[in-house]
């Protein structure tokens, strides 16, 4: 017999105008396991299998003039205009729901620049997970996430693999 249940989880403590909320996310589960929302896969589970990332050499003026990917400030004044940045993918963080996937560039993210991808872009892409410990180029539109530089990925040609 399946057994399912609901069950609360605190995700975070929101403080607004002195008073504290609690978020809460609610998750199913089944069996002991939990479930995801179907209709939103994975980033590798409907990634592209003809897709490939292109490569960039380092005597290329797009690297040359790229940001360093820890070049918080001087990325932060390219917000709103495009731009590239160029660092080695330290982790990859997908939330389990699939909405979105990101690309860090240190293993303490918040110093360095991210790329994000969103779920109605995974397809366009290659499995990003082969990503992971390579430097890459990343170009696009530099957006304010926060009070920090970020580039929303929606092509595979906006990454680039150092050679």
Not at 3 to 11: D, E, G, K, P
Not at 44 to 60: L, N
Not at 136 to 144: A, C, H, I, N, R
């Amino acid at each position: 017999m399946k057994h399912r249940m609901l069950t609360l989880s605190l995700v975070g403590l929101l403080f607004s105008g002195g008073v504290c909320l609690a978020m809460t996310r609610v998750t199913a589960q089944s069996n002991g396991k939990q479930d995801r929302d179907t209709l939103k896969p994975l980033q590798h589970a409907v990634a592209s299998k003809t897709a490939k990332f292109d490569t960039v050499s380092k005597t290329d003026e797009s690297y040359t003039t790229a940001f360093d990917a820890h070049d918080l400030a001087g990325a932060y004044k390219k917000v709103g205009q495009k731009g590239a940045f160029k660092g080695t993918v330290s982790n990859i963080f997908e939330e389990r729901d699939g909405d979105l996937l990101i690309l860090n560039f240190d293993p303490q993210y918040r110093t360095a620049l991210v790329a994000v991808l969103k779920n109605p872009d995974f397809p366009k892409f290659p499995d990003v997970k082969e990503l992971k410990g390579k430097e890459v180029l990343v170009s696009g539109s530099f957006v304010d996430y926060h009070g920090k530089a970020e580039i929303m990925l929606t092509d595979p040609g906006q990454i680039k693999i150092v050679k």
